[in-house]
């Protein structure tokens, strides 16, 4: 067979080779090949890449051996590869301290060395002396680790190592957050040292994780506790930042060819094929030369104009490498493999005609790959004008070990003696092929049996927790401690998986120990943390979202199972005590087989056990733990739910009399709040306190409480004469707009003061005359009074005070029993969201500190999809993060941010997971915005409720804050989207029992929802605040005088969208499509440009390319630096004129001057205000920020007379533009 087919010779021609360039240099100790024989170094990627055609080889070998010598060569062969694997872990575990370490830090001089002697294992330079945090390695090695087992070699010998290789996955697993020196150990490409986050490392991670999840290190001998386990979360997470980073590689190179490695062989980590063609075309069509590719765009590596005396360049000498960047033949190697594995006929054909006229034939008849390509120093100046024009020589190591193997697997597999398959047992290969519709199962579980029967009466059978035995159900908290056993190891030090949260996938699967089943609550449905699940509308919301997410993502064997409890906490409490509508409604969905476009099957937990996805916990096993393991798993089952007393309920009030008395806190809890709109206008548009108080009698003929009974509240209020003014009106449920229903708009107020500081009347006089105060209060008479309220915001000032003066270990005496005021202070947060008093939830949890149970993840998912954030009301207080950071250092940035207004660091937390949530389902709403600043959200919020509500922004600060959490998520898609809405009002019924911690039989809630086509047509942005009952009358008894009004509010209205539109995009930081790249052409045509002070140089564009992330960050960076987000939207245009202009004059224009971009808007002013004739005392009356006028900031964009023309017309006046006498320009964009 081997004389007619003549496969033996070729083989033994490859084997020649492969002993000739790679083999050859093995050491005989260690298995490690060095770089070269004068180097001794042995770099992990290399070694790998290099031991991956011994590999193949040997599969082949295997595949085609017909005589025992060929036999013998495939094992002599797979050993030369299990000894490099092996010396590899070898050298790894010697460094077992550091990766302990790194699990919990991910700090770069904690991680594993990326290079070791090859005849010792032993390190070669110092932690700080190399960029050693290279993730891209660590995941090959894993990566090519899982391949190799799957194959049928066995490289693990003990089950010490694999718990080494179980922490290695703990290693990579946090690589989507984790910046590193990538794959060319570089970082930042100036080389300055600074790890950036790099789609290759992501992606090759992401591979690993996924290809040895569930694999048996010992092969077909191995047994429960030789598996290896990873959380498909950590996978998911990796795919999402690489899908939303390609084709850019990091933030300093827009394309890198090492992301072919990524899309294609080894890795495919790509399942989107849309997203696989692009990085492709992108690395094709920016990267491609005659003798290779290049690695990244200005890369100097070993150029011509290199200084070889120095590791690092300096920013301006990037563009010196343009056009002349060496060029890397290993690539051309990578693009026959991955035709042959895509069967792209052609593609395969060309890139091996390039890759043979690259090789170098020895007189041995051996081909050598080069290391790379460089343009000789004589001819750098030829290769500047037409690039690709000039010879290159090879320069580098020959062979270039890593390119020589790629070069060696092309070639088996190009001549029929491997299969794709054969060299991807793992199927790797086909991520990116269709999988079938994922069907959800749902599983409703009661909390008790009254729950059980209120849902049985709406025709809903569901079980209890007990009926599921002997199914056990747990929180996810209880599936974290769990792992946190996977891969603890006490002889070699390793503690195991860090205790970070459990996601949805993970949860979603059922578990076995020993001989019973275990089902886990996802991690959003836990109400013990954060508030957020303690609103019914979010939880569903949230749950119809997780629905979404595993329908999506959902990748494991077997289907995905959610559960969902039903608390009583999901009821409102009315006299029937009745289940929500909603909660009903999206039941009776689940019911129909389909909810939100995704198929569903509702049913019983036992009646999913066989089509689920089960896993089981054989790590629990280990002998080395038993005992821990034991009592660990033994408190779990056996746990006693938690009781407290009830130190504030009303049973024990009502013993007591009612206290008539104002307290002499009064208010504190509002006057701690730090949202503020314009105090300028609000002392001229505000009512006087006569006024306000006739509005208010209207709203207080349906409320039967008497004042005086009911305990009033201050409302600090100015009068037109700037005075202060406290209007009493009764306490209501925090959710009622007939509190503040008068007052007007006001703009954002942009106070270069700090917004807790001086500047703030309110805070002023609480905060800066506490001693006064002090003096005056009586503490005993705050306890009494503490003893005998039972409003639940007296109690909240109260205690609200007494926590800041006297300490949360403060001893009180309430009914005979001592407690400490946290105790107080936990009770009143709960209490409040039993009730649904918003405002009073996030102030108390503000105070308890309470931080969101993944807000480092929804910080992380943010961060790591490009997008800086800043949390704090700008300017003093904002507080800019930009890389990932631990939970509770998180938590206490968010907190010293806010300062004293603790009820606003809760909220900060709170949008922060809807905007992780939103950017992770709708990434669209995210384009073309670099940094989401969340102090100005909130602000812009209240700005809207302001002018929705026609209110005062003290007014609307307060409604904001007692907004549902579903209604404010609502409120912030709105904004986010910018889609017009409506906030209405409904009265609901209250309880007896209501009444005693509100004081008012009926309630208004506020409710956000979406303005319809019709609707928006007709009324732009109105308050439907009308009652249900005047609604229903006939149009024959509408008011003319009613409907005339209503058309001035819409005229009204209009006049003020585009403001409205410049102030949302402003704070949003929404700019243009393409903007950015624009801005880097305009910078290259003049000496630079100067916006509110701040210099963007011309060097920049010497050092950046211009779709280099880079350089939108440093655009973004200067244009943060205005405070006021109309102001900026208007630059933002400005600078949109400048692009346009460099655009369309086919490069003739050149400006040797700086412009100065402010000059530039603030002249299109004067000449609008000019060509509007308008009146000067009209004129001053109508300043905005930064002295522009509002009917400027008012007007479109478009048009004869928007603002682009009046921009382009400043722009004439200004630059050296040929213009006629009446400043007019006769181009393409005037």
């Not at 011509?304 to 360049?313: G, T």
């Not at 009820?903 to 669209?924: C, H, N, V």
């Not at 409120?971 to 017009?980: C, P, Q, T």
């Amino acid at each position: 067979m081997r004389n007619r087919s003549n496969s033996g010779v070729r083989l033994d021609y490859y084997q020649r080779l492969l002993n000739k360039t790679i083999l050859k240099y093995q050491n005989p100790v260690t298995g490690l090949l060095p770089a070269s024989e004068e180097n001794s170094h042995a770099w992990v990627r290399d070694n790998v890449y290099a031991v991956l055609s011994v590999w193949a080889l040997a599969l082949a070998y295997r595949k085609t051996a017909d005589l025992d010598e060929d036999r013998a060569k495939a094992y002599e062969l797979e050993q030369s590869v299990v000894k490099l694997m092996r010396g590899l872990l070898r050298c790894m575990m010697s460094q077992v301290e550091k990766l302990e370490r790194f699990k919990h830090t991910q700090h770069v001089n904690d991680s594993l060395h990326a290079k070791y002697c090859s005849k010792t294992g032993k390190t070669v330079v110092g932690d700080q002396a190399w960029g050693h945090l290279q993730i891209d390695a660590t995941s090959l090695y894993i990566l090519s680790l899982a391949q190799m087992t799957a194959s049928g070699l066995q490289i693990i010998f003990t089950l010490d190592e694999v718990s080494f290789v179980q922490n290695l996955i703990f290693y990579i697993e946090t690589a989507y957050r984790t910046p590193d020196y990538g794959i060319w150990e570089r970082g930042d490409k100036t080389n300055h040292g600074l790890p950036e986050l790099n789609s290759s490392s992501i992606g090759m991670a992401k591979a690993a994780l996924e290809a040895i999840n569930e694999l048996d290190l010992f092969g077909a001998r191995g047994g429960p506790l030789s598996v290896v386990h990873v959380l498909p979360d950590e996978a998911q997470q990796c795919q999402a930042i690489l899908l939303s980073m390609l084709p850019r590689e990091s933030n300093s190179k827009e394309i890198d060819a090492a992301l072919l490695t990524v899309i294609s062989f080894p890795a495919f980590a790509v399942d989107d094929g849309e997203k696989v063609e692009e990085t492709r075309d992108s690395i094709v069509t920016k990267l491609e030369g005659k003798y290779g590719f290049c690695r990244f765009l200005r890369d100097g590596y070993k150029t011509a104009r290199e200084d070889p005396n120095r590791l690092h360049y300096e920013p301006w000498e990037l563009q010196v490498f343009e056009r002349i960047e060496c060029q890397w033949p290993m690539f051309f190697a990578l693009f026959v493999l991955d035709g042959l594995f895509n069967g792209r006929e052609e593609q395969v054909k060309k890139y091996s005609e390039k890759l043979d006229s690259v090789m170098i034939k020895t007189d041995e008849g051996i081909h050598l790959l080069p290391e790379l390509y460089a343009v000789h120093k004589e001819m750098v100046e030829q290769e500047y004008k037409t690039p690709n024009s000039q010879k290159r020589e090879a320069i580098g190591r020959l062979p270039h070990r890593w390119g020589q193997s790629l070069y060696i697997i092309s070639k088996l597999v190009q001549e029929g003696f491997l299969s794709p398959g054969e060299l991807d047992p793992l199927n790797r290969r086909l991520v990116s092929e269709p999988k079938p519709d994922i069907v959800v199962q749902v599983v409703i579980l009661a909390e008790d049996e009254f729950i059980q029967s209120k849902l049985w009466e709406h025709g809903i059978k569901v079980q209890t927790m007990e009926e599921v035995r002997p199914l056990q159900v747990f929180p996810a908290s209880v599936l974290t401690q769990i792992y946190s056993l996977l891969g603890r190891n006490k002889k070699m030090g390793l503690t195991g998986r860090p205790k970070n949260e459990i996601g949805l996938l993970a949860t979603s699967k059922l578990y076995t120990y020993r001989d019973q089943i275990l089902a886990f609550i996802p991690q959003t449905a836990d109400e013990h943390q954060f508030y957020l699940p303690k609103d019914t509308l979010l939880k569903l919301d949230m749950f119809a979202n997780d629905v979404g997410f595993l329908s999506s993502y959902w990748g494991s064997l077997g289907r995905p199972l959610l559960i969902f409890p039903v608390s009583t906490n999901l009821n409102y409490l009315d006299v029937g005590h009745n289940p929500p509508g909603a909660l009903i409604g999206t039941i009776k969905k689940l019911q129909s087989g389909y909810i939100a476009g995704t198929r569903v099957h509702l049913g019983n937990l036992a009646d999913f056990v066989t089509t689920s996805c089960i896993t089981k916990l054989s790590f629990l096993r280990d002998p080395s733990h038993s005992e821990e393991v034991k009592h660990f798993v033994g408190d779990i089952f056996n746990r006693i739910p938690d009781t407290r007393p009830r130190l504030l309920s009303s049973s024990r009030i009502k013993t007591r009399p009612r206290s008539h008395s104002k307290s002499s806190v009064h208010g504190i809890v509002r006057r701690s709040r730090s949202i503020q709109v314009d105090p300028a206008q609000a002392k001229e548009r505000v009512p006087s306190p006569p006024s306000l108080q006739e509005s208010l009698k209207k709203f207080e003929r349906g409320i039967t409480v008497d004042r005086e009974q009911s305990g009033g509240v201050p409302i600090p209020t100015t009068s037109a004469h700037g005075r202060s003014h406290d209007v009493e009106f009764p306490i209501q449920r925090p959710h009622s707009p007939n509190l503040h229903l008068k007052g007007s708009l006001h703009p954002l107020h942009y106070s270069h003061q700090s917004p807790c500081s001086s500047s703030s009347p309110q805070l002023f006089h609480f905060f800066h005359q506490g001693t006064k105060q002090e003096s005056i209060i009586n503490v005993d008479e705050l306890v009494e009074q503490l003893n005998n309220t039972e409003v639940l915001h007296e109690q909240a000032d109260i205690i609200h005070y007494l926590y800041l003066h006297k300490g949360p270990d403060w001893e009180i005496t309430i009914d005979g029993k001592k407690c400490y005021i946290k105790e107080l202070l936990v009770e009143l947060y709960e209490k409040a969201g039993h009730w649904k008093h918003w405002g009073l939830v996030r102030h108390t949890a503000g105070l308890l500190k309470k931080r969101v149970e993944e807000l480092a993840l929804a910080a992380t998912d943010l961060l790591v999809r490009q997008k800086q954030l800043s949390v704090g009301l700008p300017p003093d207080r904002e507080r800019v993060i930009m890389r990932p950071l631990p939970p509770d250092e998180l938590a206490k940035i968010i907190f010293d941010a806010c300062g004293e207004d603790l009820s606003t660091a809760s909220l900060t937390q709170e949008l922060l997971i809807y905007l992780a949530m939103f950017i992770r389902t709708e990434p669209k709403l995210f384009n073309e915005m670099l940094r989401l600043r969340v102090g100005l959200i909130i602000q812009v919020m209240a700005s809207e409720l302001a002018r929705t509500l026609k209110c005062t922004g003290d007014e609307a600060s307060e409604h904001l804050m007692n907004l549902s959490p579903f209604e404010m998520k609502t409120l912030l898609h709105h904004i986010l989207s910018g889609k017009e809405f409506v906030i209405s009002t409904g009265n609901i019924q209250q309880t007896q029992h209501t009444q005693e911690h509100t004081n008012v039989e009926d309630e208004c809630r506020l409710s956000v929802s979406t303005k319809k086509v019709g609707e928006e047509a007709t009324e732009f942005a109105r308050l439907s605040r009308k009652p249900h009952a005047k609604m229903q009358k006939s149009i024959h008894h509408i008011d003319p005088n009613d409907l005339e009004k209503d058309d001035e509010g819409v005229e009204s209205d209009r006049q003020g969208q585009w403001l409205r539109r410049r102030r949302l995009d402003g704070a949003l930081n929404r700019v243009p499509v393409g903007f950015y790249p624009r801005v880097w052409k305009v910078l290259k045509m003049c000496h630079g440009l100067v916006i509110e002070g701040q210099h963007l140089p011309h060097s920049l564009t010497r050092e950046m390319t211009p779709g280099e992330f880079k350089f939108a960050l440093h655009v973004e960076m200067v244009l943060n630096r205005i405070p006021q987000p109309e102001y900026r939207q208007l630059m933002v245009e400005a600078l949109m004129v400048l692009t346009l202009l460099t655009e369309n004059d086919n490069s003739k224009l050149s400006f040797s001057t700086l412009i100065y971009v402010d000059k530039i808007v603030q002249t299109a002013n004067a000449i609008y205000l000019k060509d509007q004739k308008i009146p000067s005392d009209v004129m001053e009356h109508s300043k905005g920020a930064a002295g522009i006028s509002l009917h400027f900031y008012d007007t479109a964009p478009s048009g004869r007379f928007g603002t682009m023309s009046y921009l382009c017309r400043a722009l004439a006046t200004i630059l050296p533009i040929p213009v006629d006498k009446d400043a007019n320009v006769d181009c393409a964009v005037s």
